[in-house]
């Protein structure tokens, strides 16, 4: 997936030879993230949200391309999201945390209206690593894959054409996340449709 996109990326530049502008930037904010819930059949063991959605950060860089009246924004960010689970098991019932950590890289095109922007496009999402096994088997990390793709949405500000500010709305293409794994005769399967509200400020140089 990641030399589809960086190919994808390296036809854009290609194809557009000579550039007005090219700015890169760093930038940071905020998403508030649904949370990833556990499709789990009858069984011993059940695995419950203590809430719908949880708050997280990203931040990273991006490089955005004038081309006549629009531009291309690649971006390449990390982001982390905890989120607390009940688990009930045959013995015993506790809250837990897992912490969702991965690489978003969103390929944005858009306009500008003055120094208001809006922009949408691809992004995929790679997962780093497997959260927390919820329940002591080491079957449960089988269930998360590495990539998923979704899009994203939003306004975005620029002042003084220097600082960026964006609000944008990010959504996943499907709704399972991985496949379903059997453990001790019970069925998991996690649904991690990635519906996020990003908030995020940036500098450009």
């Given at each position: 997936m990641m030399k589809k996109l960086s190919l994808t990326i390296l036809v854009v530049l290609i194809s557009f030879?000579?550039?007005?502008q090219i700015k890169f930037g760093i930038k940071a904010g905020a998403e508030t993230t649904k949370v990833p819930t556990y499709d789990i059949s009858t069984g011993t063991s059940n695995i419950e949200a203590l809430e719908d959605a949880s708050w997280g950060f990203h931040g990273g860089i991006f490089m955005r391309i004038k081309l006549l009246a629009l531009f291309v924004q690649p971006e390449l960010v990390f982001a982390s999201n905890t989120y607390d689970y009940t688990v009930?098991?045959?013995?015993?019932?506790?809250?837990?945390?897992?912490?969702?950590?991965?690489?978003?890289?969103?390929?944005?095109v858009g306009f500008k209206l003055g120094p208001l922007r809006i922009n949408a496009g691809p992004a995929a999402s790679i997962q780093i690593g497997s959260p927390e096994a919820l329940i002591d088997d080491?079957?449960?990390?089988?269930?998360y894959k590495g990539a998923v793709w979704g899009y994203q949405a939003?306004?975005?500000?620029?002042?003084?054409?220097?600082?960026?500010?964006?609000?944008?709305?990010?959504?996943?293409?499907?709704?399972?996340?991985g496949d379903a794994?059997?453990?001790?005769?019970?069925?998991?399967?996690?649904?991690?449709?990635?519906?996020?509200?990003?908030?995020s400020v940036g500098i450009m140089f």
């Open positions: 030879p000579v550039f007005s009930k098991t045959a013995t015993v019932t506790e809250v837990k945390s897992q912490t969702f950590n991965r690489v978003s890289i969103p390929v944005l080491p079957n449960f990390e089988q269930m939003g306004l975005g500000l620029d002042i003084l054409n220097k600082i960026t500010l964006d609000a944008r709305y990010a959504g996943g293409l499907g709704e399972k996340f794994v059997t453990i001790r005769g019970q069925d998991f399967q996690l649904d991690y449709s990635q519906k996020s509200f990003l908030l």
